[in-house]
């Protein structure tokens, strides 16, 4: 445990990092305990049986407590490990604390932030790296609640031999977030905060069917605080589930380890509700919600038996499930060499006109699926020369025009090479032949990756393997990658600080960054990752590397409007344009929810009027986000608005 070091060969960046000498080392606190051997000096013994503790009697000296390193010179510095006491009692592990480095101990940096779990395992958190020579870790809160306390038995640093400063024009990964949980899944809400959760066991899926338990949190970006909430009351276990917002912006969560559950949160009440249960039990299914604010599902063989998977549509109106036999799931089954248990996983489903959708992949063959009365399926043609692509990604960047983009993935689920291939997918009507453009491939192959579309229509390409096997960082690719749909092209820019793989995902937040986590949740293995980074784009910046000015969206005339209508949006100072990017969520590289509409603005000084599509197939209903674009490019922070079908 402490002669920890890692190498991990990744595409463009080879990531050395290990535990730093800490040989001269000093250390100060706030507060310890005298009369006791819980001095601060504890946590740089190299015994993990002693242990530095803040003082608590005669009186307990209030939290936060601080504990920091002094290194005596500068590392490039790019994680800690916290190690809680070993000794059987609980008090004073950490819970939310922040990291924070120093050049000269008056001036600090936070890399990191968050919530830790409230055991005694030892607690890791990368970061992107920095130079310092001083180290701080500020505990905010006890983890359980039992006291003002702070305590640990080790403390030790990351660190790698080489760094060079990431340029601006790259993006930048800001610093760490920290979860009590390993999140699988995730899905912003409506209000701005993430929710994630796990399975039954903050850290573990295994043993979790039937356990009806999900251990939840969820991510305040405008507080930085996490919250964690266990859910029994549906009975559920949300592991490997299928997974969309509905046309209110509540995440809709069918399936998995709990194969026939429905539940849905209410962020508004910040509750989770039971629904129906589905006709046929599933996990790994996929799921869309269609033009009339019901809910399509799909495939989900991981669980509650192998085939079949036929489709079936929620009804809001009824708050039932029908079986749709006209849907079949066979044309849609990649040639899988597991059969039916993979073959028909996460599929890349579109909600679109008239109450259809449109299957891009992961198979080669792509197909229309028809949801009213008992259904129907018409092929839509192959995916030009693309192979089978399961944990590939699939991304309508622009849906007025029907325009998606797909990327990666491999034959089988896993154990084989993936590809670096993408395609520029393009429909029309339901029922017709897709079009099919090979453009220039991503510089690196992918699987188990994740995919967002900006305001601007970019999409950015985070993480992945080029050799997929779960639970295993050895082939991850660090560098993301962003597509330009103006010429069909990628480009590398700066890369995460942790894999970001099987079990991890990427979403677009209000304030147009991209937050990428998870990654794991397979107990002891040494590839869990409780934690996320939000990346802040190029477009966020100017060219000598300082933030850009923003535009502001001073008011909306609506936030509920029906498909076809107008907004009105008064705006600080000019801009060339708006977009709409839906809502997203995401679990196992799937995001059915996201899509981008551009919308050209007719302008009257700084007051700007623009139509929202006419056909609820292109605008779904649902939670949307609406920016403004500068000529710059720079987008404002979004104000929500939500559309209602025709």
């Known amino acids: 445990m402490w002669g920890a070091f890692a190498t991990i060969l990744l595409a463009s960046v080879t990531l ?22 819980n001095e601060a000096a504890k946590v740089l013994d190299g015994n993990t049986g002693t242990l530095w503790h803040t003082q608590w009697m005669p009186t307990a000296v209030p939290l936060p407590h601080t504990i920091t390193l002094d290194m005596k010179k500068t590392y490039n510095v790019n994680g800690l490990t916290y190690l809680p006491r070993q000794d059987g009692n609980a008090n004073g592990n950490i819970g939310q604390h922040l990291i924070q480095l120093s050049s000269d101990g008056t001036t600090w940096t936070t890399v990191a932030s968050g919530t830790y779990l409230d055991d005694s395992s030892l607690k890791s958190t990368p970061w992107t790296t920095a130079q310092a020579r001083y ?4 505990a905010q809160t006890e983890a359980g609640g039992r006291g003002p306390w702070t305590s640990a038995a080790e403390i030790n640093v990351l660190s790698t031999a080489t760094y060079t400063k990431p340029p601006t024009n790259l993006g930048i990964w800001g610093a760490t977030l920290d979860f009590p949980i390993v999140p699988a899944a995730a899905a912003v809400l409506p209000n701005g905060k993430v929710l994630m959760w796990s399975s039954w066991k903050p850290l573990d899926f295994n043993g979790g069917g039937g356990s009806g338990t999900t251990d939840t949190c969820i991510y305040d970006p405008a507080t930085g605080t996490v919250s964690r909430k266990i859910v029994t009351e549906t009975q559920h276990d949300m592991f490997c589930p299928g997974l969309s917002l509905d046309a209110s912006g509540r995440p809709f969560v069918t399936g998995g380890n709990d194969a026939a559950k429905l539940s849905i949160y209410d962020p508004n009440g910040n509750s989770w509700v039971a629904g129906p249960n589905m006709k046929i039990q599933r996990g790994y299914q996929s799921s869309a919600t269609l033009s009339d604010g019901r809910i399509f599902t799909i495939g989900g063989s991981w669980s509650g038996g192998e085939g079949n998977k036929n489709g079936e549509v929620w009804s809001p109106a009824s708050n039932s499930w029908s079986l749709l036999p006209g849907c079949p799931v066979a044309p849609m089954l990649t040639a899988d060499t597991r059969g039916a248990y993979r073959a028909d996983n996460h599929g890349w489903l579109f909600g679109w006109k008239s109450g259809s959708v449109f299957q891009a992949g992961p198979s080669k063959a792509m197909n229309w699926y028809t949801t009213t009365g008992t259904g129907a399926q018409k ?6 020369t693309d192979p089978d692509a399961m944990n590939g990604n699939a991304i309508m960047y622009d849906a007025v025009n029907g325009k998606i983009l797909t990327v990666g993935g491999a034959p089988n689920y896993q154990d084989n090479p993936a590809t670096s291939n993408a395609r520029i997918v393009t429909i029309g009507a339901p029922g017709t032949t897709a079009s099919v453009a090979a453009i220039g491939n991503m510089a690196n192959a992918r699987a188990f990756h994740n995919s967002v579309v900006m305001p601007d229509g970019k999409v950015l390409v985070v993480g992945g393997e080029s050799y997929p096997v779960p639970f295993s960082d050895a082939t991850s690719t660090l560098v993301p990658e962003l597509f330009n749909p103006a010429t069909s092209s990628f480009t590398s820019v700066n890369p995460i600080a942790v894999p970001r793989v099987y079990h991890s995902w990427a979403l677009l937040l209000p304030d147009a960054t991209v937050i990428s986590g998870g990654g794991g949740l397979c107990g002891a293995c040494q590839t869990n990752h409780p934690n996320a980074q939000i990346y802040s784009p190029a477009y966020l910046y100017k060219a000598d590397g300082t933030k850009a000015s923003r535009p502001v969206i001073n008011s909306v005339s609506a936030t509920s409007v029906a498909v076809g209508a107008k907004i009105t949006i008064s705006m600080n100072r000019a801009v ?23 919308l050209t603005p007719t302008a009257s000084g700084l007051s700007y009027t623009v139509t929202v599509p006419s056909d609820s197939g292109v605008a779904l209903p649902g939670a949307w986000m609406l920016f403004a674009l500068d000529s710059a490019g720079v987008p404002s922070v979004a104000k929500t608005i939500f559309i209602k079908s025709s």
């Open 16 to 37: 050395v990092t290990s535990q730093t000498d800490r040989t001269g080392w000093t250390v100060t606190v706030d507060s310890f305990q005298t009369g006791t051997d």
């Open 379 to 384: 092929a839509a043609g192959l995916r030009g």
């Open 576 to 598: 060339t344009r708006f977009s709409l990017v839906r809502y997203g969520s995401g679990t196992h590289s799937v995001n059915t929810d996201q899509r981008r509409v551009p």
């Open 135 to 138: 180290v701080r870790l500020v």
